[in-house]
């Protein structure tokens, strides 16, 4: 007897492909730009072990959430290489030129900011609702809709590097950013019957 046949309906699996990205202080338009996005996981530290008689015990440390990446393709426009240098200066960076910008440093509060919400979306296979006259969702009226079964969001998220790609006269491809990204904690949330995002546009 199989797992499951083509008549099981309700079997649907996430697919690797179908997901979108956010950046809440970045623009819509970089959305379309993500090629590739790591999902949070989490770690515990090292077990402390208390031994009894014959037996080991065994308790579990501290969570530890794991850092991700998020891979772009860079373009003109939107000029996402532009829009992380801005990231940078915007968390406070400052350069060294002279000894008052040398006392200039980051905070954890300016790296959050300049980033803002942080939000991955696992995407349904039903592809998009089309907007309806008079139709509004969430204050979007006239939107096209997305359908989404799982959300991410990045709890105080910044920027931990960027790699703003390689050039090559022997390579014909895109550029393409790499982006890490440290947060304090994910949450994790799964509507019922899905749920709608508006798309960029």
């Known amino acids: 007897m199989s797992f499951f046949s083509p008549s099981d309906t309700a079997f649907q699996p996430k697919r690797k492909f179908r997901f979108l990205v956010s950046f809440s202080n970045l623009g819509e338009d970089l959305q379309f730009m993500v090629t590739k996005a790591s999902k949070p996981s989490f770690e515990l530290s090292n077990s402390t072990e208390h031994r009894l008689l014959n037996h080991v015990f ?51 509060q300016q790296a959050d900011a300049a980033v803002g919400t942080v939000s991955l979306y696992q995407l349904d296979a039903g592809g998009f609702a089309a907007p309806t006259p008079g139709d509004s969702v969430d204050g979007y009226p006239g939107q096209s809709f997305v359908k989404y079964y799982e959300r991410w969001d990045l709890k105080n998220a910044f920027i931990k590097s960027i790699n703003f790609g390689d050039l090559s006269y022997d390579d014909e491809g895109i550029v393409g950013i790499d982006v890490g990204l440290s947060y304090d904690f994910a949450e994790y949330t799964a509507p019922t019957n899905g749920a709608e995002i508006p798309l960029p546009g």
């Open 58 to 108: 065994k308790y579990p440390g501290i969570v530890k959430w794991q850092d991700i990446d998020v891979s772009f393709i860079d373009a003109i426009e939107p000029n996402v290489g532009s829009k992380f240098y801005n990231v940078l200066k915007n968390m406070g960076y400052v350069q060294p030129l002279t000894l008052d910008n040398m006392a200039s440093g980051i905070t954890k």
